[in-house]
């Protein structure tokens, strides 16, 4: 009996097992459902950036138009002065994009919980509600979603299991076993191709359903990397399961003890490792409330506006040493003015500090859970799988990073114009758009 001879043998055997087939069946519709859930979210995100980027244009060229006719604003709002820094800074219509991968089709990942756009205003800030959230991939189920990362590292094994459960059991449990072993060139031979045979089958499967959702979002257009990456991923990550699976069966005696065996073992690296996990995170590293964000953003920034105008001007100077000498500062009306506009430069700094305990706390718990890689697997291919997809935390993280350097920088413009006197024109506004645009070359 060779090993082309035990393939033969087993794909007629797959094909006459109903119960095998269905399972089959099933998760390869589970997956394509799956596949279609990050398609949606990915072409959602893109067409709501495309529309907010259109909305920009629009709006670019509606204050363009006030500099063309000589005016300084909207007639129903003759307090608006777009040839003023503050005004023309609040009339450039600035956004900061999460743009999705293509491979989102793969991994939903955080995509869901994070905010992937964000208007930038001199009172933006990287913690905004519109921009926080984040939920476990288990917990998504209970409201519906479902990604291609959870049927695979997931229900793949479990279908593995399905296939695997009466491999050499069956012939023990009928006694025959010895009698097959006899006429196989080797017992371990023999066993090596039974079990190869599905793992190259779900393999197979795994590799056509992946191709199936590049073809949904562009994959292999704009992100063939991570296409092989998590391809490489899945590859290792059932040849794992395989392994595990076959020294079950190989040590065990009958296809009920291998079937509770690997049922356990399934059960342990995909429910109850993880849960643990997450519980002993949960005690660990409490939620971050963000008490010191809220007490920062509803009182501590009100008490800025109470400081005598000494203080207030000093800490500004301290921020920005340039005004000290500023053309403002020798008038008084527009040393007021220019005061009462440059607060926003102190809170924003009243607001990073509010967040450094908030990143300290989610630094500290994306350790801990990096910690128990080594006996968490499926979370270890959980993470892996987000961050080739860009889905990943981290990637929310440097999003939030990079919103915050565009507020820095907007409020930095903002404030030296105004206190150098600046007059914006027309050139001067088209400036401010490219200048506190996000451009992937800015450095952090």
């Not at 063309?68 to 600035?94: L, M, R, S, Y």
């Not at 027309?426 to 758009?433: A, F, I, P, T, V």
Request: hydrophobic residues 45%; glycine residues 6%.
């Amino acid at each position: 009996m060779t090993s082309i001879s035990t393939f033969k043998y087993e794909w007629k055997h797959f094909i006459r097992s109903p119960f095998k087939v269905i399972a089959l069946l099933l998760f390869i519709g589970a997956s394509i459902y799956a596949l279609h859930n990050g398609s949606t979210l990915y072409h959602v995100q893109t067409n709501e950036i495309d529309k907010i980027t259109a909305e920009q244009a629009e709006k670019q060229a509606e204050i363009i138009a006030y500099f063309d006719k000589g005016e300084t604003g909207p007639a129903e709002q003759p307090w608006v002065d777009v040839t003023t820094p503050f005004w023309a800074i609040w009339n450039t219509p600035v956004h900061h994009f999460k743009r999705p991968s293509p491979a989102m089709v793969y991994s939903i990942g955080q995509a869901e919980q994070f905010g992937f756009y964000k208007r930038v205003t001199f009172w933006s800030n990287a913690y905004d509600s519109d921009l926080v959230g984040e939920i476990a991939n288990a917990e998504r189920l209970q409201s519906g979603t479902l990604d291609f990362a959870f049927i695979a590292l997931f229900l793949a094994p479990l279908l593995l299991l399905i296939w695997l459960y009466n491999i050499k059991g069956a012939e023990a449990d009928r006694g025959i076993l010895p009698l097959v072993l006899t006429q196989a060139y080797s017992g371990t031979r023999w066993l090596l191709a039974r079990v190869g045979f599905y793992a190259l089958l779900l393999v197979g499967v795994v590799l056509a359903l992946m191709v199936y959702g590049a073809l949904l979002t562009d994959v292999f257009a704009d992100a063939a990397a991570a296409f092989w990456n998590i391809a490489g991923l899945l590859l290792l990550y059932i040849t794992l399961w395989t392994v595990v699976f076959s020294l079950v069966i190989h040590f065990g005696k009958g296809s009920s003890g291998n079937t509770f065996k690997m049922v356990g073992l399934w059960l342990l690296f995909t429910f109850v490792v993880p849960g643990a996990v997450h519980q002993w995170i949960s005690i660990q590293y409490p939620a971050n409330l963000m008490t010191d964000w809220i007490d920062a953003q509803r009182d501590e920034r009100e008490e800025l506006w109470e400081l005598p105008d000494s203080v207030f001007q000093a800490e500004l100077e301290v921020l920005f040493p340039e005004i000290t000498t500023s053309p403002a500062k020798q008038d008084p009306e527009l040393s007021n003015l220019a005061m009462s506009r440059s607060g926003v430069a102190l809170a924003n700094e009243l607001m990073k500090t509010s967040t450094v305990t908030i990143e300290s706390s989610s630094e500290a718990k994306n350790s801990g859970i990096s910690s128990t890689f080594w006996f968490n697997p499926v979370t270890f291919f959980q993470n892996r799988m987000n961050g080739y997809a860009g889905t990943h935390f981290n990637d929310y993280l440097t999003y939030r990073q990079e919103l915050q350097a565009m507020i820095d920088t907007q409020i930095r413009v903002m404030v030296l114009d105004l206190w150098a006197a600046i007059e914006v024109d027309k050139e001067k506004y088209l400036e401010y758009n490219r200048q506190l645009t996000w451009q992937p070359s800015k450095q952090l």
